[in-house]
């Protein structure tokens, strides 16, 4: 079956501006993950939804991220006013349930440039 | 906090032969589970290799092994037989217990090249 699908693959945006990612889970998954990878470094966790609990926002970084998921469908991560410091590769995984037992399956990334 | 730490920041070995990256972490909790993914320039990490925290037996996929030391806190990957599709970059991850148990904890990376 299809995998994860993150859309788009690359985009540049001029500093200030608003953009959103999108992240379109594999069928059945109920849990969705972001992870934001910046050059040189691992990743680092944005965000966590779980069916219709309220998600996990913990690894959000400021004000500026938000993140709507509905139901256990696709999930959009909006970053308002970009810096550039928030170029970055963009990863959304998603997996069958919460938990240790099931294995997270990433998508290919948004890599965004903020010039 | 959970920690995981990669000390090499880049290898290299030559096809055929063998090489081990490695990992050490750090982690209150008892039940955890580490994993190796694997990252290539298509940027989508693949899973590699899963290790239970309370198995003593160490997880082997077909070339890919671990030697997992749970007391030292430490999660090698053995790569055996490398293969010029085994460049990549690879990550140790952690996922802990407790109330947060759904969140992997990632190292910075290894960058692996397999020279021909």
């Known amino acids: 079956g299809a995998g994860v699908s993150q859309s788009p693959s690359n985009k540049v945006t001029e500093k200030g501006k608003d953009v959103e990612l999108r992240c379109d889970p594999i069928s059945g998954h109920t849990a969705l993950y972001w992870y934001r990878q910046s050059l040189g470094q691992g990743l680092e966790f944005l965000i966590y939804f779980q069916g219709n609990s309220a998600p996990d926002k913990s690894g959000l970084p400021s004000d500026r991220f938000s993140a709507e998921r509905t139901g256990e469908s696709v999930s959009t991560l909006t970053i308002q006013r970009t810096q550039q410091e928030d170029s970055a590769v963009y990863l959304c995984a998603s997996s069958r349930r919460s938990g240790q037992h099931s294995p997270l399956h990433f998508g290919n990334g948004t890599r965004l440039t903020v010039t | 906090a959970q920690t995981v730490t990669q000390s090499q920041p880049e290898m290299s070995v030559q096809e055929a032969e063998t090489v081990t990256l490695s990992c050490t972490y750090d982690t209150s909790e008892n039940n955890y589970y580490l994993f190796w993914y694997k990252q290539p320039p298509s940027r989508q990490m693949i899973l590699v290799i899963r290790?239970?925290?309370?198995?003593?037996q160490n997880a082997t996929e077909n070339r890919f092994s671990v030697n997992f030391q749970k007391a030292a806190k430490s999660f090698s990957l053995k790569i055996s037989d490398s293969q010029l599709g085994d460049t990549a970059m690879y990550f140790c991850a952690l996922q802990g217990g407790g109330g947060s148990n759904y969140k992997l904890t990632f190292g910075k990376g290894t960058l692996l090249t397999v020279n021909p």
């Open positions: 290790q239970e925290a309370y198995k003593q």
